[in-house]
């Protein structure tokens, strides 16, 4: 079995994970109790190490051969079923240089299911600016746009300090296509490649219960 140059970044990345979550216990010994600072530092830390485990796993569980990692299997009916010229590591590589901004939490767990690692994940968690806020809601009061305000600047630094982290080559904007408040998102492309100046793509997806690596790659493509 011969290991790919992906398979040696993920056995390093768990390595590191690992000596970052060791630190954190020596920090805070000797009763481990964690601010809210470094809870978001652990919970990150821990999704990124189980994210580079199941890339290993992959290999040795589900019966795929020792040249390299297989397609996933897609079942033949689901909308999903997308082709592509793109094999499963080969996505990998893909997704390790670019930053995935969801409009949602479950939107973001169900990219990180198909195989987008945790560490290139973030999620808005609502309108980008407080003139979304009251497009959605007219009849928003003061005292909340104050809250969504405070929220949209934790994003922000949020991706700065990811931007900074990865380095990555692409933002990509993966977004409900029917859904209202993401195509609000989807019109401040140009926000965030003149904020980072770096490419930035939206990808309007169909469904995201029926998304799958294959589907998600042909954006790419």
Do not use: C
């Not at 020596?26 to 809870?39: F, I, K, M």
């Not at 569980?61 to 590591?89: D, K, M, R």
């Not at 931007?163 to 904007?173: E, F, K, N, R, Y």
């Amino acid at each position: 079995m011969e290991l790919s140059d992906n398979h040696v970044k993920n056995i390093n990345d768990i390595l590191n994970f690992a000596l970052e979550l060791k630190n954190i216990l020596r920090q805070t010994a000797p009763h481990h109790s964690l601010g809210s600072e470094v809870e978001e530092q652990y919970k990150s830390l821990v999704q990124s190490l189980r994210g580079a485990v199941q890339f290993l796993e992959a290999g040795i569980f589900q019966g795929i051969p020792e040249s390299g990692i297989e397609n996933p299997p897609v079942e033949s009916g689901s909308p999903a079923a997308l082709e592509t010229n793109l094999n499963y590591e080969q996505f990998q590589q893909i997704a390790a240089g670019t930053i995935f901004i969801t409009l949602s939490a479950s939107n973001k767990n169900l990219l990180k299911k198909i195989g987008v690692p945790p560490l290139n994940l973030i999620e808005v968690g609502g309108p980008l600016t407080p003139e979304d806020a009251r497009l959605l809601k007219p009849d928003l009061p003061e005292t909340a746009l104050i809250g969504i305000s405070k929220k949209i600047e934790a994003f922000w630094q949020r991706l700065s300090k990811k931007v900074a982290d990865l380095q990555p080559h692409l933002i990509a904007l993966v977004l409900g296509k029917d859904e209202e408040s993401d195509k609000l998102l989807g019109t401040h492309v140009d926000d965030f490649s003149e904020k980072f100046s770096i490419s930035t793509r939206e990808f309007f997806i169909p469904s995201f219960k029926d998304l799958n690596w294959k589907q998600l790659t042909t954006y790419f493509e």
